[in-house]
C-alpha cells in the first residue's frame, strides 16, 4: 500500500502563486506516473497534471498550462505543483494520485490507484 500526503494549500489571492507537494511513503513510487486532479464544491473531480515515472513528460488541463507546472524528486519520492498566475476559479481540493500501471500520462481518475487526502486551494478575487 502506498500513502500519499499532499502539503501547500492555503489562501492565496488572484495572480499569486502556491506550491502543493505530495510525499509518498515508499520508495517503489519513483516507478509510478503521477497526477493532480482537483474537486470544486458542487463539481466533479478533474484532471489538472500528471507526469511520467521518469519526469520526462507531462500533460496539463487547457486551462492551467502555461501556468501550472509538474515536477518530481523521486530521491525524496515527492511530487510537486508550481501554480501560478492562480484565479479564483482554481479554487478547489487538490489531491495527488498515483498510477501504477504506467503505460502512458492518463487524465481519467478511475485509472489511478493510490490518491492523498487533499489540501484544499482558494483564490480570492
Known amino acids: 500500500q502506498v500513502q500519499l500526503v499532499e502539503s501547500g494549500g492555503g489562501l492565496v489571492q488572484a495572480g499569486g502563486s502556491l506550491r502543493l507537494s505530495c510525499a509518498a511513503s515508499?520508495?517503489?513510487?519513483?516507478?509510478?506516473?503521477m497526477g493532480w486532479f482537483r474537486q470544486a464544491p458542487g463539481k466533479e473531480r478533474e484532471f489538472v497534471a500528471a507526469?511520467?515515472?521518469?519526469?520526462?513528460?507531462?500533460s496539463y488541463l487547457d486551462s492551467v498550462r502555461g501556468r501550472f507546472t509538474i515536477s518530481r524528486d523521486n530521491a525524496r519520492n515527492t511530487v510537486f505543483l508550481q501554480m501560478n498566475s492562480l484565479k479564483p476559479d482554481d479554487t478547489a481540493v487538490y489531491y495527488c494520485?498515483?498510477?501504477?500501471?504506467?503505460?502512458?500520462?492518463?487524465?481519467?481518475?478511475?485509472?489511478?490507484?493510490?490518491w492523498g487526502q487533499g489540501t484544499q486551494v482558494t483564490v480570492s478575487s
Open positions: 515508499r520508495s517503489t513510487l519513483s516507478t509510478y506516473n
Open positions: 507526469v511520467t515515472w521518469s519526469g520526462g513528460a507531462a
Open positions: 494520485a498515483a498510477d501504477r500501471a504506467n503505460v502512458r500520462l492518463r487524465v481519467t481518475a478511475s485509472f489511478y490507484n493510490y
